[in-house]
């Protein structure tokens, strides 16, 4: 009988133990799955985090490239030449020489960057003085042929004939 009442006492306290054995498996496998699913939100999360992240430096970078392209232009737009030309005529008692005079001066704002520049050039006898004053200016722009076109544009990081033109505009300011 002693021995009826030691499995009878040991029993209960055998199933306990298996019971909390079970229990703890139970939970254990349930743990590991909500914990590889709060894994797989956080890689979510942190995979979205990283592409707004890259956007986001994208987006910035882009904007002060705008903004670097502006302040250029507006402050390229500063730069202004002043012409200015007039006929001379010399007359001795051999020769008669009519000339035109072409003064230009670059300008920052309203301040000057240069002295006048000073051209003469002598006016054929029935020369237009106007027509010889065109391509005489020292500050003009000068088209710049598709070879200069496409260096710039590469030294802008435009790949597009916009860069292009913009230096063609640009291209008198000598100083």
Known sequence: MQFDAVIWVLLPVFIAGGSALLSF??????MEVAVAKEREAVAETKATLRALEATAQEK??????????????DFMQD???????????????????KSVVLQERL??????????VEHEMTVEEGGDP???????SVFSTRALSDEQQGAASRL???????G????????HVGV
């Open 25 to 30: 498996f139970i939970m254990s496998a349930r």
């Open 130 to 136: 106007a027509q010889s004053v065109r391509g005489a």
């Open 156 to 162: 802008l990081g435009k790949g597009s004939d916009d």
């Open 79 to 97: 730069f202004r030449v002043e012409e200015r030309h007039y006929v001379r005529e010399n007359k001795s008692l051999l020769m008669h020489k």
């Open 60 to 73: 910035i970078k882009a904007a002060e490239q705008e903004a670097r392209r502006k302040s250029l232009d």
């Open 164 to 171: 292009a033109r913009t230096v063609s505009s640009y291209s």
């Open 107 to 116: 300008y920052f704002r309203n301040i000057p960057l240069s002295n006048w």
